[in-house]
């Protein structure tokens, strides 16, 4: 029983273009959900992160949506970059912090 | 500031034989601790947080075990090693209220 599905295992984008990366998930319970980055051989680092009661959140580049009706969210990367290329990990959190993953959408930024 | 240390990075090490991986903290006091693993092209998976010294919760049942000695150090073990046990250990840690959690780089498990 998957709680967060990232159905996209890997994405391909142009530098310079946008990067949208999904994530689902069926707990309406979640109440805060991030966004980690992991190159190989490290561990995840933490990119961004939006509230359930909000629909956006924008750092930089990056920025996260989040559709609470559809239980889906998003992390757009704009304008892509080489050093973006990674695995990026959904996550949602219940009460006491407990964090549940996706299973990565590995993004690759062509030059 | 705050790190998080793991050692060792990588561990071969042969079925039946037993685990240690340490984890600590340093710049936080009473942080949460969580152990995960990431199997072979499979999200992180939840195994064991502590909220204090002495306190484990499990999430799976597992041949893993762990401990919390002290207020900034977490242990996974094992007696006995499967070779289901392969994957990519991964401790981290995070104070309460809407903070993230923050992970170390990880140690690389292969059981032959």
């Known amino acids: 029983d998957q709680q967060v599905k990232q159905n996209s295992p890997s994405l391909s984008v142009q530098e310079g273009r946008i990067s949208i990366l999904n994530c689902d998930y069926t707990?309406?319970?979640?109440?805060?959900f991030l966004w980690y980055k992991k190159y190989p051989a490290e561990g995840p680092t933490f990119l961004i992160s939006?509230?359930?009661?909000?629909d956006k959140n924008e750092d930089g580049r990056f920025t996260v949506f989040l559709n609470k009706s559809a239980k889906h969210l998003s992390l757009h990367i704009v304008p892509s970059q080489p050093g973006d290329s990674a695995v990026y990990f959904c996550a949602a959190r219940n009460a006491g912090n407990m964090l549940t993953f996706g299973g990565g959408t590995r993004l690759m930024v062509k030059p | 500031s705050q790190t998080i240390h793991q050692w060792p990075a990588t561990l071969v090490q042969p079925v039946g034989s037993p685990l240690s991986l340490e984890c600590t903290v340093e710049?936080?006091?009473?942080?949460?601790l969580y152990w995960y693993r990431q199997a072979a092209g499979r999200g992180l998976q939840l195994l064991f947080y502590?909220?204090?010294?002495?306190?484990i919760s499990s999430e799976v049942p597992q041949n893993l075990s762990a401990s919390r000695p002290q207020d900034r150090q977490f242990i996974l073990s094992s007696k006995k090693l499967l070779l289901s046990d392969s994957g990519f250990y991964l401790c981290a840690w995070s104070v309460y209220g809407n903070q993230p959690q923050h992970f170390g780089d990880g140690t690389r498990l292969s059981i032959l």
């Open positions: 939006i509230s359930s009661i909000k």
């Open positions: 502590s909220v204090g010294i002495g306190q």
């Open positions: 707990n309406s319970m979640f109440d805060y």
């Open positions: 710049g936080t006091s009473n942080p949460n």
